[in-house]
């Protein structure tokens, strides 16, 4: 699945917004792969990721920078 960075904060965690759903999925820096440090994201950055059910819903995991 893919989508883009919506939103980074200063706690390690961000919001990737999907095409096609409402809801922002939630990341933690702790599921990036491939390299990728937290540090280097931007907003507007599409990222590929899997789905999976957190202790609060779903969450982004394997999150990885596409291109």
Request: no cysteine; proline share 4%; hydrophobic share 35%.
């Given at each position: ?29 702790k ?26 819903g ?10």
């Amino acid at each position: 699945m893919t989508g883009t960075i919506k939103t980074l904060t200063a706690k390690g965690f961000g919001f990737i917004a999907r095409p096609g759903e409402a809801k922002d999925l939630f990341f933690h820096s702790k599921e990036l792969q491939g390299g990728v440090t937290y540090e280097s994201l931007q907003v507007g950055q599409t990222v590929s990721f899997e789905v999976t059910e957190g202790p609060k819903g779903p969450a982004a995991t394997n999150v990885q920078l596409v291109g």
